[in-house]
T-cell receptor
Framework: DTGVSQDPRHKITKRGQNVTFRCDPI?????LYWYRQTLGQGPEFLTY????????KSRLLSDRFSAERPKGSFSTLEIQRTEQGDSAMYLC??????????????????FGPGTRLTVL | AQSVTQLDSQVPVFEEAPVELRCNYS??????LFWYVQYPNQGLQLLLK??????LVESINGFEAEFNKSQTSFHLRKPSVHISDTAEYFC??????????????FGKGTHLIIQP
């Protein structure tokens, strides 16, 4: 397993444009999380899924943000009408709810490398 | 609601000296506690965690943290640091439900700078 992957790794866009990021979790993990990390801050929780169901959304997830996980595998995070304040690193993590292989703990989130968004 | 406070944004320390990175949390319910590390140009990695049981937990690379419920703290320590420990360290808390971890609440991070 190659771990959590995110695409693209970097995205530069102009204010007002829409952007979409993709996250591929570790294959046996049914929970998937999105976080945002701005410079000099810790990651801030945005939302998470268990399989296809979006179980929790932070108040940080404004109407311009939408996340999906239609088949319970990969997830997308879309930001509409981007603003300069959206510039940040967007992190994805996954975790299992069953210790199927013994390689991963159900209480631990495993992070991807992140997508760095710059809004000009 | 939960919150995590890391009072020190930056901690410089000489190589082979001991270090303590402080973390305090607040929560109205029981939480699980984590330390994550972010090395330069790398993603977040779990360093150690406290779920239950012994209040002293250790990592494979010599770090340890002690859960103190009365002081709501989970400070990270290492008796002798190395240049390779230079990184950003994040303390985090979460609840646990439905067989899995809920979203993490992170502190702002502490940048550990090892001086030769």
């Amino acid at each position: 397993d190659t771990g959590v992957s995110q695409d693209p790794r970097h995205k530069i866009t102009k204010r007002g444009q829409n952007v979409t990021f993709r996250c591929d979790p570790i294959s046996e993990h049914n929970r998937l999380y999105w976080y945002r990390q701005t410079l000099g801050q810790g990651p801030e929780f945005l939302t998470y899924f268990q399989n296809e169901a979006q179980l929790e959304k932070s108040r940080l997830l404004s109407d311009r943000f939408s996340a999906e996980r239609p088949k319970g595998s990969f997830s997308t995070l879309e930001i509409q009408r981007t603003e300069q304040g959206d510039s940040a690193m967007y992190l994805c993590a996954s975790s299992p709810t069953e210790a199927t292989s013994g390689r991963y703990d159900t209480d631990t989130q495993y992070f991807g490398p992140g997508t760095r968004l710059t809004v000009l | 609601a939960q919150s995590v406070t890391q009072l020190d944004s930056q901690v410089p320390v000489f190589e082979e000296a001991p270090v303590e990175l402080r973390c305090n949390y607040s929560s109205s319910v029981s939480v699980y506690l984590f330390w994550y590390v972010q090395y330069p140009n790398q993603g977040l990695q779990l360093l150690l965690k406290y779920l239950s049981g012994s209040t002293l937990v250790e990592s494979i690379n010599g770090f340890e943290a002690e859960f103190n419920k009365s002081q709501t703290s989970f400070h990270l320590r290492k008796p002798s640091v190395h240049i390779s420990d230079t990184a950003e360290y994040f303390c985090a808390v979460s609840q646990y439900s439905g067989g899995g971890a809920d979203g993490l609440t992170f502190g702002k991070g502490t940048h550990l700078i090892i001086q030769p």
